[in-house]
């Protein structure tokens, strides 16, 4: 023997309360993601440097778990030296610096309060065309891996001297992934 139910109209509260649950379960589900490393994508108006060199125009960093990936874009392709200056909450700081001589001749080295840290993997490569660099530095090389989230300044100079051309700083800290 079969029942039937009758079935009810729903009150608007309860159609709420439904719909409510079911909007929150969706968004935690939508806001859930992946761990993985926070990109910071900084811009900066062309034509504000103080002298001829490197005029910074975007900057973006990439805090991954195992590398540090930084990609500089400038108004020309110049040669010039590029600073990356990073920060690290109770570590310190620690600068990532690019030679770039007009022959396309790069040397790239990390240093520390303390002078140069031994960094074997450091990658920079130039795209003369975009007039872009792009720095990757292993994570072993800053503070032996032992860090979290970031503060990233850049600064150019000319090769032959410390007179600063441009600079991009931020107080954002970019999240380690």
Do not use: Q
């Amino acid at each position: 023997m079969t029942s039937r139910r009758t079935l009810r109209p729903l009150s608007t509260a309860g159609l709420l309360a439904g719909l409510t649950t079911s909007l929150i379960a969706g968004l935690v589900l939508v806001g859930a993601t992946p761990a993985s490393a926070e990109v910071m994508a900084l811009t900066d108006p062309s034509g504000d440097k103080s002298r001829p060199g490197l005029d910074i125009v975007a900057v973006d960093l990439n805090n991954n778990d195992y590398r540090l990936m930084t990609t500089v874009d400038y108004a020309s392709h110049r040669s010039g030296k590029t600073i990356v200056g990073v920060r690290a909450r109770k570590v310190g700081l620690i600068r990532i610096v690019n030679l770039h001589d007009s022959d396309g001749t790069d040397r790239s080295f990390v240093l520390d309060s303390t002078g140069r840290v031994r960094c074997n993997g450091i990658r920079a490569g130039w795209d003369a065309e975009d007039a872009e660099l792009t720095v990757s530095v292993p994570s072993r090389c800053l503070w032996s891996g032992n860090y979290g989230s970031v503060t990233p300044w850049v600064l150019t100079e000319p090769l032959d001297s410390g007179s600063d051309v441009d600079v991009l700083t931020t107080d954002a800290w970019v999240a380690r992934g």
